[in-house]
């Protein structure tokens, strides 16, 4: 039971009591009329009796109106107090809704920042994506251009390969048209001739050498720029499998441009090989010719 329903209880209570010796008091008074008058100097005991509970009632009814009284002033005080802890109640509710309010634009806030960070990232992410095509593609126009100039670099060596053995193989029939018309004018010259033919071998037969030592010191050039081209190609592999998930179809066009180059490569030096034993038969020929 709160304060303001106990002082209610009270004040029922009392205004009831209030009724009761209202009562009494009026009966005690019509009752007092009704006796019979006497002697100013005689009280009878019906009339000291009746004063009695005149005097009796007088007194609850003075005691009742100061504790309804002090109950009035209870329930003002109660009023009061309970006007002051409704106040407080609604400015908590009012801070309560304050702070949920400001907790509710601190989420927003938070959310909209995350928002801006993931914009960043994202562009971020776009910038580094695009700069890594740039280099894959940089990386791609290299490696041909290194292979435009391995091509270039293997055809004039194989010219200059064809340019040697036709000199040789011309100087050699020369050297042989002239021997035997030596042989048929000057037999009396044969061991000056002989002497000069194992020089003329001796110079072919260096020649030869150094031929073949150009062409191992071709072969080794070559074979080291494919290693690097092959090295090239590794970290330009690499790279794009560094961004397989985002360019799947490029990595497929790349790997597919690399499968034909290999084909190529292997195709130049099947190639190659055919003219390095082309080259070997042709020698082998031309010693044979030559009586080695």
């Not at 209570?13 to 009562?23: G, I, M, P, Q, V």
């Not at 007092?32 to 005149?54: D, F, G, V």
């Given at each position: 039971?709160?304060?303001s329903e106990?002082?209610?209880?009270?004040?029922?209570?009392?205004?009831?009591?209030?009724?009761?010796?209202?009562?009494?008091?009026?009966?005690?008074?019509?009752?007092?009329?009704?006796?019979?008058?006497?002697?100013?100097?005689?009280?009878?005991?019906?009339?000291?009796?009746?004063?009695?509970?005149?005097?009796?009632?007088?007194?609850?009814?003075?005691?009742?109106?100061?504790?309804?009284?002090?109950?009035?002033?209870?329930?003002?005080?109660?009023?009061?107090?309970?006007?002051?802890?409704?106040?407080?109640?609604?400015?908590?509710?009012?801070?309560?809704?304050?702070?949920?309010?400001?907790?509710?634009?601190?989420?927003?806030?938070?959310?909209?920042?995350?928002?801006?960070?993931?914009?960043?990232?994202?562009?971020?992410?776009?910038?580094?994506?695009?700069?890594?095509?740039?280099?894959?593609?940089?990386?791609?126009?290299?490696?041909?251009?290194?292979?435009?100039?391995q091509e270039?670099?293997?055809?004039?060596?194989?010219?200059?390969?064809?340019?040697?053995?036709?000199?040789?193989?011309?100087?050699?029939?020369?050297?042989?048209?002239?021997?035997?018309?030596?042989?048929?004018?000057?037999?009396?010259?044969?061991?000056?001739?002989?002497?000069?033919?194992?020089?003329?071998?001796?110079?072919?037969?260096?020649?030869?050498?150094?031929?073949?030592?150009?062409?191992?010191?071709?072969?080794?050039?070559?074979?080291?720029?494919?290693?690097?081209?092959?090295?090239?190609?590794?970290?330009?592999?690499?790279?794009?499998?560094?961004?397989?998930?985002?360019?799947?179809?490029?990595?497929?066009?790349?790997?597919?441009?690399?499968?034909?180059?290999?084909?190529?490569?292997?195709?130049?030096?099947?190639?190659?090989?055919?003219?390095?034993?082309?080259?070997?038969?042709?020698?082998?020929?031309?010693?044979?010719?030559?009586g080695y």
């Amino acid at each position: 039971m709160t304060g303001s329903e106990h002082i209610a209880a009270q004040s029922a209570k009392l205004y009831a009591e209030r009724t009761h010796w209202d009562t009494i008091r009026a009966r005690a008074t019509f009752e007092l009329q009704q006796l019979a008058p006497t002697s100013p100097s005689y009280t009878s005991n019906a009339e000291e009796e009746i004063k009695a509970r005149l005097a009796t009632a007088a007194y609850e009814l003075d005691r009742i109106a100061r504790e309804l009284d002090r109950l009035e002033r209870a329930r003002e005080e109660q009023a009061r107090a309970d006007a002051i802890d409704k106040e407080a109640r609604r400015e908590e509710a009012i801070k309560e809704q304050d702070r949920r309010q400001a907790e509710l634009v601190e989420k927003e806030r938070e959310t909209k920042d995350e928002f801006a960070r993931a914009d960043r990232d994202k562009n971020e992410m776009l910038q580094k994506d695009e700069q890594l095509k740039a280099e894959a593609l940089q990386k791609e126009r290299e490696g041909k251009e290194l292979l435009e100039k391995q091509e270039r670099e293997k055809v004039e060596a194989q010219e200059k390969a064809e340019r040697q053995t036709a000199e040789a193989a011309e100087k050699d029939r020369q050297d042989k048209e002239s021997l035997a018309k030596q042989e048929q004018e000057k037999r009396e010259a044969l061991e000056q001739q002989e002497q000069r033919a194992k020089e003329d071998q001796e110079r072919r037969r260096i020649e030869l050498e150094q031929l073949k030592e150009e062409q191992e010191r071709q072969r080794r050039e070559m074979e080291e720029s494919l290693r690097r081209r092959q090295m090239d190609e590794d970290r330009i592999r690499e790279l794009l499998a560094a961004q397989e998930l985002i360019h799947a179809r490029q990595m497929a066009e790349l790997r597919a441009q690399h499968e034909r180059e290999q084909r190529e490569r292997e195709e130049r030096e099947r190639q190659e090989r055919e003219l390095a034993a082309r080259q070997a038969l042709e020698r082998q020929a031309l010693q044979r010719s030559l009586g080695y």
